[in-house]
C-alpha cells in the first residue's frame, strides 16, 4: 500500500487516505465506525445537534471500534460551542469544520492535541486556516453535495496544494479509485468522500433516499438558493423545482426558507425523497449499488494504487 500511505495517513493513523464526510443527518455513529473498523476515517456529523447529542453519538462509535474517527463540527450551528468542548472531553483526536472560520477554538484543541481539519472552497481561506493553525484543509469543489462553493474540484485542489504546506485532501466528484487517483495528480493526499458512502450497507438513512442516488443519472443535480448566496446541491425533484421557479421570480432568501426547513431530515429519515432535500454530489449518477463500507474502501482502494503504480 505504499502508493497510498501520505502525510495524512501518518498524522490520523489510518490505513487509507480516505475520510467519510461529516453529513448532517447521515454521518452517525454506524457509519463512522464502520469506515474507521474498514481503515479510512469516520466522521460523526455535528450538524445542529446539542452537544449532549453528539457525545452521545461519540461513546456509542467507541464501542464499535477502537480505530481513530473524528467529529465535523458545523461552525453555523447555535450549539458549536457546547459540540467545541465535549470533542476535548470525549477525547476525539480529529476534527474538520464546515461552514464558518473555526479560529476561536484552536487554542483549546491544539492544547488537547486534536488534528483539525478545514473545509475550504478557496485558495484564500485556505491560506488563513494554514495561518491559524489547521493540520491540513479540505479543498471542496462545486461537484460535492450540500453546501458549495464555485470552483471545481479539478480547478481548486491544485491551486489549494500550490497555495499552502500543509496537506490538501481533495472533496467533491470522487467515488471511486479514478477519482483517488487523479486527486493525488492534482496535489492531494487523501480524499473525502460524502455521496457514496450514504448508500452504504451501515449507513442509516431511509432506504428511498439510497434508491434515489442509485438511481440517479449524471444530469440529476440542481442547485437552489444561487440568488441569495446559500447554494446547495441536491437532486432535482419536487421540491427544487418549485424553488427554482420561485428564485427565478425573485422571492426573497425569507420567502422561500419555508420550502426547506426540516427539509434535510425529511428525505433522511423518513424518505421523503419528494418534498425532501435530497443532498448529493454530481458523482450520484456513478453510484450503482449498495455496498459495506469495507468493499467500497477496498475497491477504491485497489483501482487507485494500481493507477498510481501505472
Not at 461529516?22 to 454506524?30: E, F, I, K, L, T
Not at 450551528?77 to 465535549?86: C, E, L, Q, R, T
Not at 477519482?179 to 487523501?190: T, Y
Request: glycine share 10%; proline share 3%; charged share 25%.
Amino acid at each position: 500500500m505504499q502508493a497510498m500511505e501520505t502525510r495524512v495517513t501518518k498524522m490520523l493513523g489510518i490505513q487509507y487516505p480516505i475520510i467519510q464526510g461529516g453529513m448532517a443527518w447521515v454521518a452517525d455513529h454506524d457509519l463512522a465506525a464502520a469506515v474507521s473498523e474498514a481503515g479510512g476515517l469516520g466522521l460523526i456529523g455535528g450538524a445542529n445537534a446539542p452537544g449532549e447529542v453528539v457525545r452521545e453519538e461519540i461513546r456509542k462509535a467507541k464501542k464499535m471500534t477502537d480505530k481513530p474517527f473524528g467529529v465535523n463540527v458545523m461552525l453555523l450551528s447555535p450549539h458549536a460551542d457546547d459540540v467545541a468542548k465535549v470533542v476535548v472531553e470525549e477525547g476525539i483526536k480529529v476534527v474538520t469544520t464546515g461552514a464558518g472560520n473555526p479560529e476561536k477554538y484552536m487554542e483549546m484543541w491544539k492544547a488537547a492535541g486534536i488534528k483539525v481539519i478545514t473545509v475550504v472552497a478557496s485558495v484564500a481561506l485556505a491560506k488563513r486556516m494554514e495561518k491559524y493553525g489547521a493540520d491540513a484543509v479540505v479543498a471542496e469543489g462545486t461537484e460535492s453535495g450540500g453546501h458549495i462553493g464555485e470552483a471545481t474540484t479539478m480547478t481548486l485542489v491544485p491551486q489549494v496544494a500550490d497555495a499552502v504546506s500543509i496537506p490538501v485532501i481533495a472533496a467533491g466528484g470522487i467515488a471511486d479509485g479514478r477519482g483517488i487517483a487523479a486527486a493525488f495528480m492534482l496535489g492531494a493526499e487523501a480524499v473525502q468522500i460524502g455521496t457514496r458512502f450514504v448508500v452504504a450497507k451501515e449507513s442509516n438513512v431511509h432506504e428511498n433516499y439510497k434508491q434515489r442516488i442509485i438511481k440517479a443519472k449524471d444530469i440529476d443535480s440542481a442547485v437552489t438558493g444561487r440568488t441569495h448566496g446559500h447554494p446547495i446541491r441536491c437532486l432535482r425533484n419536487k421540491m427544487t423545482r418549485e424553488y427554482l421557479k420561485l428564485e427565478q421570480e425573485g422571492k426573497s432568501f425569507e420567502e422561500l426558507e419555508y420550502l426547506t426547513l426540516g427539509s434535510l431530515r425529511k428525505a433522511v429519515q423518513e424518505g421523503d425523497i419528494n418534498e425532501g432535500t435530497v443532498m448529493a454530489g454530481q458523482i450520484a449518477g456513478m453510484i450503482q449499488k449498495e455496498q459495506t463500507c469495507r468493499e467500497m474502501i477496498e475497491e477504491m482502494a485497489a483501482q487507485a494504487e494500481a493507477l498510481l503504480k501505472r
